[in-house]
C-alpha cells in the first residue's frame, strides 16, 4: 500500500482550532484561503517574494505562500481577520486608515501583519541591517524612516504607497510605546 499523501491536521487560526485533511504539499495560504474562507490574505508572486500573504506565526511573520500547512499545526497562525480587537482595530490598521497608508489595498493585509511585528522586533532590540549600533547594551535604535523602510522591505506595494505606509508604521510604533509605558 502506498504510503497516504495527505493528513489530518488542526490549526489555530485567530484563536480558533479548525481540523482539516489536507495534501502534504498545501500550503498555508492554500488552506487559509480555499479550506477555511479566510481571504483577507492575498496571494500574491506565490513565491515568497512579495510579502502579500504575511501573516504572524506565534507572533512573527512568515510568507504564507512559503509555508506548508502541516509544518503551521500546533502553533498560533493570526491573520489579517485576527488583528482586531472585536471591533477595535489595531493601532497598525488605525494607522493605516488614519494615514492613508494603501491604495489599492491588495498589499495591504500584509503590509499590517508585517509592520506589526516590526514594531515588536524593534521593541525587543532586534536590529535591522541599517541598524548603526547592534551591540544588545544601545537598546533598541531610533525607529527611523530608514528603519522602516528595511524592516518593511519584504513587503511590497505595487501602488507606492510606501510613505504613508512608513509614516503609519511611526505612528503605530508611537502608539504602542505610549502604551507599554502607561
Known sequence: ?????????????????????????????????????????KKGCDQGQCGACTVLIDGRRSVACLQLAVAAEGREITTIEGVAEGERLHPVQQAFLDL???QCGYCTPGQICSAIAVIEEHAAGWPSAVTGDVRPEAGPPPLTPEEIRERMSGNLCRCGAYVSIVQAVARAAEESNKGAAA
Do not use: I, Q
Request: proline fraction near 5%.
Open 100 to 102: 492613508d497608508g494603501f
Open 1 to 41: 500500500m502506498p504510503p497516504s499523501t495527505s493528513s489530518d491536521l488542526t490549526l489555530s487560526v485567530n484563536g480558533e482550532k479548525y481540523t482539516l485533511t489536507v495534501d502534504h504539499r498545501t500550503t498555508l495560504l492554500d488552506a487559509l484561503r480555499e479550506r477555511l474562507d479566510m481571504t483577507g490574505t
